[in-house]
């Protein structure tokens, strides 16, 4: 299983776009990369997956370089209501039981 | 939206008491999860299942029992609770991880948590 290595916390201020790198040395082939983000007292939510190259939705972009040995989450002007734990994951097509939620990044947003 | 439901939410017992915690989803995924994460900590896995009456043990030992009986349902059991049980369990189902005849990576959808305090 790739291991993932993610900044403990990040502040930043509303408004401003954040960017969290995971470094993922060991990925292999198959692996996707996955992140999801965490507020307390509930479950971890789905923002984005992607291969290679940049993958953008509605909330966030995923930047992934093409030796895929690391990878950031960018969220553009960020709000209060984005402080939250985000957590970087790397796994393959196979079931979700092999990945593995680290520490995650505690990113707090201030005003 | 997921459709993944826990009950109780927040739950304070005794010592010695069973409890059954809760979890239903309505998306029809064959893969279910079971997680406990103590504040500021980790989450980790604790049961699992790939469909019904399948389940296995998941990578941090746990004294709590799991069942798979139907589809939607997959709930947890301390048949005698102790305070080192209390934490925050989550449950969470994955879809298939196939679309359009492409495999990605599945996406765990998961509850909102029950809180447990044991006294």
């Known amino acids: 299983l790739a291991k993932t290595t993610q900044p403990i916390s990040m502040d930043s201020y509303e408004g401003q776009e954040v960017n969290i790198t995971c470094s993922h040395n060991?990925?292999?082939?198959?692996?996707?990369i996955t992140w999801y983000q965490q507020f307390p007292s509930q479950g971890p939510r789905f923002i984005i997956q992607?291969?290679?190259t940049k993958v953008t939705n509605e909330v966030a972009s995923l930047f992934i370089p093409a030796d895929r040995k690391s990878s950031t989450l960018s969220l553009p002007r960020v709000s209060l209501s984005d402080t939250a734990v985000y957590y970087c994951l790397v796994g393959d097509t196979g079931s979700a039981r092999q990945l593995t939620f680290g520490s995650g990044t505690q990113l707090t947003v201030l005003p | 939206e997921a459709d993944i439901y826990q009950t109780p939410r927040y739950l304070v017992i005794g010592t010695g008491k069973k409890i059954t915690l809760e979890c239903s989803q309505t998306m029809g995924h064959d893969k279910m999860y079971w997680y406990q994460q103590d504040p500021g900590m980790e989450l980790h896995l604790i049961h699992y299942s790939y469909g019904v009456n399948s389940t296995e043990k998941g990578d941090l030992s746990s004294e709590s029992t799991v069942s798979r009986i139907r589809t939607e349902h997959f709930p947890l059991t301390l048949e005698s609770a102790r305070p080192s049980h209390t934490s925050q369990y989550l449950c969470?189902?994955?879809?298939?991880?196939?679309?359009?005849?492409?495999?990605?990576?599945?996406?765990?959808?998961f509850g909102p948590g029950t809180r447990l305090l044991v006294l």
């Open positions: 992607g291969y290679k």
């Open positions: 060991n990925i292999a082939t198959n692996d996707y």
């Open positions: 969470a189902s994955s879809d298939p991880g196939l679309a359009g005849g492409q495999r990605y990576q599945e996406t765990q959808y």
